[in-house]
């Protein structure tokens, strides 16, 4: 079985540019979640998703937004990037909400905006 | 104060050492408790997964929760250098809808 796929894996982008980010569950799974991972830390969460529905927001600016699609693929959208937005962003996968089950990751998008 | 605070390491320890792992979190609402392994520049990889306090078993690895001291540990008993990595814990209440994550102990396991 496929597990969660991401892509792009690496992108460079300019500041001030708008990046998309793409991510599809693994088969029967409904929920997807968005994390930030800066060098050094653990992941910050930034959303969650259920059946196409937001059921969550992290601490994260406006300029982050987030959308599932019908088939529970999901997309992160950042605008207006600043040099801060580095990090690798990853994205989970679970039955359900997080709580009361397992949430796989997938390798992640290594984002540079220099 | 951090929801889950982890101590960064790092952590070297020899081939065959007992390893421990440990978090500690101020969230009572808390109340499934995952840990994840992340390699270098990877996504986190579920290693184990428990509910409540009391210990799970899986191989090598074992998982700890005391809940009336909101702490969290990870054995790694007959430790070998392929588990070199970072690892995570997060916890995360029930019903809830994110992982809560520690900054991650990264170990490594010498020859």
């Known amino acids: 079985d496929a597990g969660v796929t991401q892509s792009p894996t690496h992108l460079i982008k300019t500041r001030g540019q708008q990046v998309t980010l793409r991510c599809s569950p693994i088969?029967?799974?409904?929920?997807v979640s968005w994390y930030q991972q800066v060098l050094g830390q653990g992941p910050q969460f930034i959303f969650q998703?259920?059946?196409?529905?937001?059921?969550g927001r992290g601490n994260f600016p406006d300029r982050f937004s987030a959308r599932q699609f019908p088939n529970y693929s999901s997309e992160l959208n950042v605008n207006a990037l600043l040099l801060g937005d580095s990090a690798l962003y990853l994205c989970?996968?679970?039955?359900?909400?997080?709580?009361?089950?397992?949430?796989?990751f997938g390798q992640g998008t290594r984002l540079t905006v220099v | 104060q951090k929801e889950v605070e982890q101590d960064p390491g790092p952590l070297s320890v020899p081939e065959g050492a007992i390893v421990s792992l440990n978090c500690t979190y101020s969230?009572?609402?808390?109340?499934?408790f995952m840990w994840y392994r992340q390699y270098s520049r990877k996504g986190p990889e579920l290693l184990m997964y428990?509910?409540?306090?009391g210990n799970k078993e899986d191989g090598r690895f074992t998982a700890q929760v005391d809940k009336s001291s909101k702490y969290i540990s990870l054995f790694i008993r007959d430790s070998q250098p392929s588990d070199s990595a970072t690892y995570l814990c997060?916890?995360?209440?029930?019903?809830?809808?994110?992982?809560?994550f520690g900054t991650g102990t990264q170990l490594k396991v010498e020859l």
């Open positions: 989970a996968s679970s039955l359900r909400t997080v709580g009361g089950t397992e949430a796989f």
């Open positions: 088969s029967g799974h409904k929920s």
């Open positions: 998703y259920y059946e196409k529905e937001e059921r």
């Open positions: 969230n009572s609402a808390f109340q499934y």
């Open positions: 428990t509910y409540s306090s």
């Open positions: 997060a916890p995360v209440t029930g019903g809830g809808n994110k992982l809560t």
